[in-house]
């Protein structure tokens, strides 16, 4: 027999792995991301950081399916940070482009 998945409970573990990355202080990595940036970007720096670190705790594989997951749950968005969510095409960039491998690897 099959298993009964609970989506409620699914729902709740987004929400908990959001709430705890609200709580974590990225002031500290702040002046690294901004040495990525000519001028002032258009998403917060830390929340586009907590969207990434909220990538890895759901291990979202694809960046769509992390893309989806937020702009489908508003709540969410505003947990990480965001007052808007993100385009897709701006949670990309900021990974693959604006800081790469060795952005992640200094911070």
């Known amino acids: 027999m099959g298993r009964c998945v609970d989506q409620p409970h699914q729902d709740r573990d987004l929400v908990g792995a959001a709430r705890f990355l609200s709580l974590l202080d990225f002031s500290a ?19 586009m950081l907590r969207l990434v670190a909220y ?6 594989l694809y960046l769509t399916a992390l893309w989806l997951e937020s702009s489908t749950k508003p709540d969410l968005a505003s947990l ?28």
């Open 29 to 47: 990595l702040i002046p690294v991301l901004a040495s990525y940036y000519r001028r002032m970007p258009t998403y917060p720096m830390d929340a």
């Open 55 to 60: 990538r890895v705790l759901r291990g979202h």
């Open 80 to 107: 990480l940070g965001f007052s808007k969510i993100p385009s897709y095409q701006a949670v990309w960039h900021f990974i693959n482009v604006r800081l790469k491998a060795d952005g992640f690897e200094r911070l």
